[in-house]
């Protein structure tokens, strides 16, 4: 697979059918969902953390990038890659050990990973792009660079999102990802000129599919909550096997 198969899934479609595509936390699950029918992956970075025993932003890089490597051996269709911020590394060497994984796309996010959760700064903008426009320039068509801005992570308003959005598309960046954007906002950024493939998080209380493509998203990923739903079945299944050793008269 191609990165310029991944580009083609988010382009030409139809408003109320964004791109839906589930975050694979292991080769298990990248194979159940590929075999389910969905035409590509993207990893969750705080997914992969919990996977392999990590707090979110603590996977060392090397673990990181196995962890992508093993998805993308499991399965036959593009996966791209959440990689942080780029874990210190320089773009070239960022290009060159994501394209090792086999992963045709790569998430890179504007929050500077020398912070703790929450309270991680955001990078200034200016700086982002060109940070963003030295990856493309290295990966040149190769990868599909999905561009995150977490303006809402600190209370940042539409205005600056679309600031943003606005920088990292003029950049390179193939796709913007405003993560935490309330689906209301939607319309809001599209107005404010973010007129690119559009990255929306759904979490359970989010409209529909269709509503959310017909509110202005591109393309629909989870971050780790489809494994939080996937843990709490077995939470469940793990309650009932209790309660059955307990109770089994044999």
Known sequence: MTADVLRAL?????ADRPLVLPGPWDAASARVFAEAGFPALATPSAGIAAA????????????MFAAVARIVRSVSVPVTADVEDGYGLAPEELVERVLETGAVGVNLEDSDRTGVGRG???RDPH??????????????????????????LHGGTVTEAAERA?????????CVFPILAPAADLPALRAAGVTGPLNFLRRPDDPSFTELGL????????GPGLLRRTLAGVGELARHLLKDSVTDPA
Request: proline residues 6%; charged residues 25%.
């Open 10 to 14: 988010h382009h030409d479609r139809p």
């Open 52 to 63: 392999l025993g990590y707090e979110d932003g603590d996977t060392p890089a090397d673990e």
């Open 120 to 122: 991680r700064p955001l």
């Open 127 to 152: 700086e982002q792009a060109e940070r963003l426009a030295a990856v493309r320039a290295a990966a040149g068509p190769a990868l599909f660079v999905n561009a995150r801005l977490d303006t809402y």
């Open 166 to 174: 606005r920088l990292y598309t003029a950049a390179g960046a193939d």
């Open 215 to 222: 509110l202005g998203a591109t393309r629909i990923t989870f």
